[in-house]
Every structure is written in structure tokens, then in C-alpha cells.
């Protein structure tokens, strides 16, 4: 009789329905907690109990509806409390053991054990040239340490994938060369290389497009800068590298796409030869459309091969190219006019000024083809042909910048003509805005 009474306790509250409920909630729970201690086991229970967890979740919220729909308040008012505690404490429950689960994981997980996959890159004999060889290197991210393995069985490391950017794309040079191109865009580094399988070398390209050599025994890449890359040794010192540099120049063109490496441990080959990363690798110059402005310069731009900053230059009517500084917060650029064929470019950035003496502004003098920049109050000639300006600095009475030319060569202009000099009066012309659209002044 006294379960008699118990069974229907349970049928006419829904705990009964609850029970069932919360036991799989339970379940659900540990297995979260245990699966990175208990393995496949664990995981099969979550599963189940997640199964059971769902339906007796709907039937619940079933037998609610028909509570009300019957008019049973005393029934519907317990479902809705009991149900709305045990929510809360599912919620509850299911944020400690997510975060003991993630514990856990970290804890257990041993690099030293992940399984090296290798990836196999076909020769123009069809047998393999050489390996990219991938090694999980986070507990549950899609980020792998990459290391280039020759048939000889050398080893250099590279840059690690950071976000998930496994694939490589693979391309055959007319030189015999292969170029391995990542297909994410990163704003710190370029993560591009140049293998040549007969000396046995790697080449890393620089932000700026310039070839350095990784230099042997390598464990990993750990950084890139314009003209240099930073490595780490197998004595596990980091070192910067600035070694020669080669210009990227041409030496991409005429490429020919042969496939995918995945770190799953796959080649997938091309069938059509189509080029997947062609606007990354090269991506092209836009000039922006001045209008009815009739500027006697073109201001070009184009996504940057390092990633979301943008790169800018002039061009002149005889074709001459002047790279400015690559800042990548800015706004708006604002054009000024002063005498005739006599311009000043403002690039206004998010944060206000770069730094305390550089403020992202030029002066272009179309009649003799002249761009300068200005810095620390001092005009600081661009040389023509520059792909890069890669640092500035002021002293008391002169301001300098490095420029790095197509060829690798570097250029230092110093100059102490103070910009107050410029005694034209400026008026506004435009504004360009970050996506290369051109705003005339009225």
C-alpha cells in the first residue's frame, strides 16, 4: 500500500518523471567529468545519458503542457519549480565539470606522445621529393608544429600553425624548387617557404617579400619581421636570423599548383591545377579612384601579404613607386593641395597619432616627383622604388627611415629641413577611406 501511495505521489507531482531526469543529468555529469580519465568509456556513457537526458527533457516539458492544458495547478506549479531548479543545477553542474574536464585534458595530454603525421610532396618523378611532417601541439586547439623532412632525413622546423591554418599549399617552380604557401592571412608573420630538395634548404619569405634561409638544425620558426626571422635551436636558445636576403621578385611566377597537405597526414593532389591562394600570394595593386580631383598621382593599395593591414603607395605619371608606412589602424587618409601639383596625405588612425613623433603624413610634390615623409617636424625623402619603410627615428636637430628596395638593399634618408618650411597653404581635397573609396570635398 505504501508504494502504492509513493507511485502515485510521483505521477500526480511529475517527480517521478524528474527522477528520470536527474538520474541522466548525473550520469551526463560524470561522464563529462571522467572521459579524459576514463577514455572511450566514458564518452559512449555521455552519449547514452545525453540521449536520455534530451527525451526526458521533452517528455517533461510534454507533461508540463498537459498539466496547464488540464487545468492541474497544483502539478504544473511543482513541474515548474522542481524543473527550473534542476535546470539551474544542470547549468550549474555542467560549467564545473566542463572546466574539470578542460583540466584534466590539459593535464593528461603529453606532447611527447602525439604521433608525428607525415605528408609526402611528389617530385616531378612522381616519387616523393620530400615530407611535411605535422605534430599536434596543443591539447584540444588545431594548432601542429610543421617540420620540413628531407629523403636524407634532415630536418628544419617552421613557423607553427596558429588557428587552425594546416593545409599547405604545394607549387613546383620553373627552378625545381617547391613553394609552400599558407593560406591564412596572419597580420604578425608571413608563413610562406621556398624548399630547394637538392641543397637541402629552406627559405622563409619575410614581410617585406624577401627570401631568408632557415638555418640548419631549427627546431622551429618563433618569429618574422621585414628583414628577419627569429628561431629556435635544438639547444633550445631563440636567435634572430638576418641573414642575406633574396627578393621574392618574379621567382613565384609561372608556379605550378600541385596540391594540399593536411595534417591529418594527407596529399590531396590537384586535378585541375587550379591556384587556391593566387590573391593571397600576389594580391594586386587597387588605385583609387580620385574622380573629378584630377590628382597628378594615383594613391594605390592592396591587402597586405601579412595579413588585415594595408599597404599603400604612389604612383607617379612616369611610373615610379613610393611605398609608405604600413599602419594598419587607420581610418581615413585626408588630402590636402597647396600649390599646383603640391599634396599632403594624412593618414588619420583609430588610436590617434603612431607615436609621439610620427604622425603618418606625407608631402608629394607631382612636378618633380618627389615623395616625402614626415617626421618629428623634419621632411625625410622616400627613395623611389621601395616596397617597405622599416623604422624611423628622430634626434634633436634631424630625423632618419630605413627603406628596403625591390632589390633587398636598404636606403637610410636623413634630412634636417624642418616640415614648418612648407610655407604653401593647404586645402582640402578628399578623403579616402580604409575600404579605397575616394570622398571629395565641397
Not at 508540463?64 to 497544483?74: M, P, Y
Request: charged residues 20%; neutral net charge; glycine residues 10%.
Amino acid at each position: 500500500m505504501g508504494k502504492y501511495h509513493i507511485r502515485e505521489f510521483l505521477s500526480r507531482t511529475g517527480l517521478g518523471l524528474f527522477l528520470v531526469w536527474g538520474c541522466a543529468a548525473v550520469i551526463f555529469l560524470v561522464a563529462v567529468v571522467s572521459s579524459p580519465l576514463l577514455g572511450k568509456a566514458s564518452v559512449v556513457a555521455g552519449f547514452a545519458a545525453t540521449g536520455v537526458l534530451a527525451v526526458a527533457s521533452l517528455w517533461y516539458a510534454l507533461v508540463f503542457l498537459v498539466a496547464l492544458a488540464k487545468r492541474q495547478w497544483r502539478k504544473a506549479a511543482i513541474m515548474f519549480v522542481v524543473g527550473g531548479v534542476g535546470a539551474c543545477l544542470l547549468s550549474v553542474g555542467f560549467g564545473f565539470a566542463a572546466a574539470f574536464n578542460f583540466w584534466a585534458a590539459v593535464e593528461k595530454w603529453d606532447k611527447g606522445k602525439e604521433k608525428p603525421r607525415l605528408v609526402g610532396v611528389p617530385g616531378e618523378d612522381g616519387k616523393m621529393a620530400f615530407s611535411v611532417e605535422y605534430i599536434h601541439a596543443h591539447p584540444f586547439l588545431a594548432e601542429y608544429d610543421k617540420t620540413i623532412v628531407f629523403k636524407s632525413g634532415k630536418r628544419i622546423g617552421v613557423y607553427i600553425d596558429t588557428g587552425g591554418a594546416g593545409p599547405f599549399a604545394v607549387y613546383r617552380l620553373p627552378t625545381g624548387e617547391y613553394y609552400l604557401a599558407d593560406g591564412l592571412k596572419h597580420n604578425f608573420i608571413r608563413n610562406d617557404y621556398r624548399v630547394n630538395v637538392t641543397n637541402e634548404t629552406v627559405e622563409m619569405m619575410t614581410g617585406d617579400a624577401f627570401w631568408i634561409r632557415i638555418p640548419d638544425g631549427t627546431l622551429a620558426v618563433v618569429g618574422s619581421g621585414g628583414d628577419s626571422i627569429s628561431v629556435r635551436t635544438a639547444d633550445e636558445e631563440c636567435k634572430n636570423v638576418e641573414g642575406q636576403l633574396a627578393p621574392a621578385g618574379d621567382s613565384l611566377s609561372r608556379r605550378k599548383y600541385l596540391g594540399l597537405t593536411h595534417p591529418r597526414g594527407e596529399f590531396e593532389k590537384s586535378d585541375d591545377c587550379k591556384d587556391p591562394y593566387a590573391g593571397i600570394i600576389e594580391p594586386a595593386w587597387t588605385a583609387v579612384d580620385a574622380g573629378a580631383a584630377n590628382l597628378p598621382f594615383t594613391l594605390e593599395w592592396r591587402d597586405s601579404k601579412k595579413g588585415w593591414n594595408r599597404q599603400w603607395r604612389i604612383a607617379t605619371a612616369l611610373g615610379k613607386h613610393f611605398a609608405l608606412y604600413q599602419a594598419g589602424d587607420f581610418e581615413t587618409c585626408h588630402m590636402y593641395v597647396g600649390a599646383p601639383g603640391v599634396y599632403r596625405l594624412h593618414f588619420a588612425s583609430k588610436n590617434g597619432r603612431v607615436s609621439d613623433f610620427f604622425d603618418n603624413e606625407y608631402r608629394i610634390d607631382a612636378n618633380s616627383e618627389k615623395v616625402e615623409m614626415i617626421v618629428g617636424g623634419f621632411l625625410l625623402s622616400i627613395p623611389s622604388g621601395t616596397v617597405g619603410i622599416s623604422s624611423f627615428g628622430l634626434s634633436e636637430d634631424r630625423a632618419s627611415l630605413t627603406a628596403t628596395c625591390e632589390n633587398g638593399t636598404k636606403i637610410e634618408s636623413s634630412d634636417s629641413i624642418p616640415a614648418s618650411e612648407d610655407k604653401y597653404q593647404y586645402m582640402p581635397v578628399g578623403v579616402v577611406d580604409y575600404d579605397g573609396s575616394f570622398r571629395q570635398c565641397r
